[in-house]
């Protein structure tokens, strides 16, 4: 079976973890400040704050901005119900908007429309790993006072205008699960340049305790002289994911590369498909975490069969959130109703062998050929 995605791992990873045990310690310490510096490098960003996991790292971010009760969210529908989840988490209200139907990133001038006197937040998605328009954002944030926090679990590695994401909104939240760009087998973090926030932060994702003396080096002789200051939750990263991090760290350039060299194949062989439509997406600038393609002429079911009755996976990313039970509305989102019976993630990791994206690309052309 040739997976729609997975993790790469081996003996780099064993190695930090077996330091992770010898340590004595698993919880939150030094090896999550390590990691938290080494992001901050390869992202040269100001501050990091690791979490469990990106849907926390989002909840957590919502809860630092202050977003209240009541206040309103917007967020496209076509994304991962952790995005909703975050946000109704933060008894705010997610207010879903469109996307564009060619990048399936959220559409501005909907997000215009959705603006109200409640909105308090922004929360693009930087779909598959491609940056939203963060210019646009940053002008409706500086005319309007709304904070934007950025959904980059799909856009680790991924630059915009030369810069890499993480840093763009207020907060930029990541995710490590286990088939992300780099994984932690579960993890996430928060991005921000305001060290008033990254305190609130560090604070919320313990239980509201303050340790403002507690280094990482004495995190295993646990000191019961704390004060609790503020609502909090247990989001933190412990040492053993930030361990697997670590080593994934070192070879994300790796991955990144090797995603890129898959993805060029797939445009190469399917761009002149006509029953095939390929979103307009520049790898040399986005680290991609999913290769998505939209199958016209109402074909998409149909070809998800015949890659399964080649043992090849493929899914669809993602139920739009207003079709959800919980978060069903009755407003119209015309570019992700369409869309969303075309979109297609075809099979994308860096353990895919050629002779596996071959099998994928002469699969597809022989359905389409039909």
């Given at each position: 079976?040739?997976?729609?995605?997975?993790?790469?791992?081996?003996?780099?990873?064993?190695?930090?973890?077996?330091?992770?045990?010898?340590?004595?310690?698993?919880?939150?310490?030094?090896?999550?400040?390590?990691?938290?510096?080494?992001?901050?490098?390869?992202?040269?960003?100001?501050?990091?704050?690791?979490?469990?996991?990106?849907?926390?790292?989002?909840?957590?971010?919502?809860?630092?901005?202050?977003?209240?009760?009541?206040?309103?969210?917007?967020?496209?529908?076509?994304?991962?119900?952790?995005?909703?989840?975050?946000?109704?988490?933060?008894?705010?209200?997610?207010?879903?908007?469109?996307?564009?139907?060619?990048?399936?990133?959220?559409?501005?001038?909907?997000?215009?429309?959705?603006?109200?006197?409640?909105?308090?937040?922004?929360m693009p998605v930087h779909y598959g790993g491609n940056p939203c328009d963060m210019k646009t954002l940053l002008e409706i944030k500086k005319d309007r006072g709304?904070?934007?926090?950025?959904?980059?679990?799909?856009?680790?590695?991924?630059?915009?205008?030369?810069?890499?994401?993480?840093?763009?909104?207020?907060?930029?939240?990541?995710?490590?699960?286990?088939?992300?760009?780099?994984?932690?087998?579960?993890?996430?973090?928060?991005?921000?340049?305001?060290?008033?926030?990254?305190?609130?932060?560090?604070?919320?994702?313990?239980?509201?305790?303050?340790?403002?003396?507690?280094?990482?080096?004495?995190?295993?002789?646990?000191?019961?002289?704390?004060?609790?200051?503020?609502?909090?939750?247990?989001?933190?990263?412990?040492?053993?994911?930030?361990?697997?991090?670590?080593?994934?760290?070192?070879?994300?350039?790796?991955?990144?590369?090797?995603?890129?060299?898959?993805?060029?194949?797939?445009?190469?062989?399917?761009?002149?498909?006509?029953?095939?439509?390929?979103?307009?997406?520049?790898?040399?600038?986005?680290?991609?975490?999913?290769?998505?393609?939209?199958?016209?002429?109402?074909?998409?079911?149909?070809?998800?069969?015949?890659?399964?009755?080649?043992?090849?996976?493929?899914?669809?990313?993602?139920?739009?959130?207003?079709?959800?039970?919980?978060?069903?509305?009755?407003?119209?989102?015309?570019?992700?109703?369409?869309?969303?019976?075309?979109?297609?993630?075809?099979?994308?990791?860096?353990?895919?062998?050629?002779?596996?994206?071959?099998?994928?690309?002469?699969?597809?052309?022989?359905?389409?050929?039909?």
């Amino acid at each position: 079976m040739i997976k729609i995605a997975r993790g790469s791992f081996g003996e780099e990873e064993l190695e930090e973890v077996r330091s992770a045990f010898d340590y004595g310690y698993l919880g939150l310490g030094h090896k999550v400040d390590e990691f938290e510096n080494e992001l901050k490098k390869f992202l040269n960003a100001n501050y990091v704050v690791a979490t469990n996991t990106g849907t926390s790292a989002l909840h957590l971010a919502l809860e630092a901005l202050e977003i209240k009760p009541g206040d309103e969210v917007i967020v496209p529908s076509l994304t991962f119900v952790a995005s909703f989840q975050a946000i109704s988490a933060a008894r705010a209200v997610p207010i879903p908007c469109d996307v564009y139907p060619d990048t399936l990133l959220m559409d501005m001038e909907a997000v215009n429309e959705k603006i109200s006197k409640r909105t308090r937040a922004i929360m693009p998605v930087h779909y598959g790993g491609n940056p939203c328009d963060m210019k646009t954002l940053l002008e409706i944030k500086k005319d309007r006072g709304i904070r934007i926090v950025e959904d980059a679990a799909h856009a680790f590695g991924s630059t915009y205008f030369g810069k890499k994401i993480g840093g763009f909104g207020d907060i930029t939240c990541f995710s490590f699960d286990s088939v992300k760009n780099i994984t932690c087998a579960e993890g996430g973090a928060i991005v921000c340049n305001e060290p008033d926030l990254v305190e609130k932060l560090k604070i919320k994702r313990l239980l509201g305790i303050d340790r403002k003396n507690q280094t990482s080096l004495s995190w295993k002789e646990r000191d019961w002289s704390y004060d609790v200051v503020d609502q909090g939750f247990r989001y933190h990263m412990s040492n053993l994911n930030a361990a697997i991090g670590l080593a994934q760290l070192k070879k994300a350039e790796t991955f990144i590369s090797r995603r890129r060299e898959i993805c060029a194949q797939y445009v190469s062989e399917l761009k002149n498909i006509s029953s095939v439509q390929l979103l307009p997406v520049d790898y040399s600038v986005v680290a991609p975490h999913i290769f998505v393609i939209l199958v016209l002429e109402d074909r998409r079911d149909k070809l998800m069969r015949f890659l399964k009755d080649r043992d090849i996976e493929s899914s669809v990313p993602y139920v739009p959130n207003h079709l959800h039970s919980f978060y069903k509305t009755n407003t119209s989102f015309p570019n992700t109703d369409k869309v969303f019976k075309e979109i297609l993630a075809l099979p994308l990791h860096t353990e895919l062998s050629d002779e596996d994206v071959w099998m994928v690309v002469n699969s597809v052309k022989e359905f389409c050929s039909k």
